[in-house]
């Protein structure tokens, strides 16, 4: 396979090649103009759960196949969807391999583009808008803030076994980062809260969770560390969700944007109390 990689602006879409391209959180404007592009040209799309559905039908020509997988469900088997990107790609079509968010982050783009690449399948990778900045910055939650936080983390809830994982140094995480950004966190939200607050993290530190960023049934709570999961129970939220541990769940008093759009005016304009215009000094 000797094709070149296409240029940069509209590239082409060659039959035998899979591209890998990320559909961003839900809101299909959040999907980029090459994602489009691909969309436009495929035969064959391969998608997930957290793809939305206005996306697809941006793509009328194309074969769909969903190969969904989503916790604790039945769902394929990465290997077989990595093998039937292949076989796809073998049979000649354009094969877009199309996945919530950034097919790098949490999404096992990885896994798959080495497989494609183990069986000299050609690729291109169209990276997304990933849930873990976009889903904060609809709840009205900068990742970063002057004020705030110099680094962000970001985190899984569950590793490949589904537990939580256990690799990481919470401890560590607990003591280093400024703000946390956890994906698939739900199921074990109790358990990260607790240790972080073994940890030395404060039992009232903000915290923010969103479910269904982006789309038109989004929720977020505002809560603590403390406090989290169960507040998760009472207000009845299910999966996806961004959870957001850190002060610049404060600033959401101030960056509601979606609430000033229905009229809802900010809680407080100065949530940091900083006492002086936030461009200030
Ligand atoms: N590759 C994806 C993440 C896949 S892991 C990305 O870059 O966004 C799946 C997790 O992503 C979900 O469990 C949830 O934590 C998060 N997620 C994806 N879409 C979301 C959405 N619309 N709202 C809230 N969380 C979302």
């Known amino acids: 396979m000797t094709d070149p990689l296409p240029p940069h602006d509209w590239p082409q879409m060659h039959p035998g090649w899979v591209w890998l391209c990320g559909a961003g959180p ?12 691909a969309l436009r040209q495929a035969d064959v799309i391969v998608y997930d759960a957290l793809v939305g559905d206005g996306i697809l039908d941006w793509a009328p020509q194309a074969e769909r196949e969903y190969a969904g997988k989503r916790g604790g469900k039945p769902s394929a088997k990465q290997r077989d969807i990595s093998l039937r990107l292949v076989d796809l790609a073998r049979q000649g079509k354009r094969v877009l391999r199309l996945k919530g968010g950034d097919p790098f982050v949490f999404g096992r783009g990885g896994e798959e583009a080495q497989t494609l690449v183990q069986h000299g399948i050609p690729i291109r990778i169209v990276p997304g808008i990933t849930a873990g900045i976009a889903g904060l910055a609809y709840a009205g939650v900068p990742v970063t803030h002057r004020d705030v936080n110099q680094s962000v983390t970001f985190v899984t809830g569950h590793d490949a076994t589904g537990n939580a994982p256990t690799a990481l140094d919470w401890t560590g995480i607990a003591r ?20 972080l607050i073994a940890a030395g993290r404060a039992p009232t530190e903000p915290v923010a969770v969103t479910t269904t960023a982006t789309l ?21 939220l299910t999966p996806p969700a961004i959870i957001c541990i850190g002060q610049a769940v404060t600033l959401r008093q101030v960056l509601d944007w979606q609430a000033m759009a229905r009229g809802i005016p900010a809680r407080k304009l100065d949530p940091l109390d900083r006492g002086r215009p936030a461009e200030a000094g």
Do not use: W
């Open 26 to 37: 839900g809101d299909p404007g959040l999907m980029t103009l090459h994602g489009l592009n």
């Open 176 to 195: 280093g980062s400024q703000v946390i950004v956890i994906y698939m966190g739900m199921k074990h939200i109790g358990q990260i809260a607790t240790q």
């Open 216 to 236: 038109a049934e989004q929720q977020t709570i505002e809560t603590t560390l403390a406090t989290v999961e169960a507040d998760i129970a009472k207000a009845e």
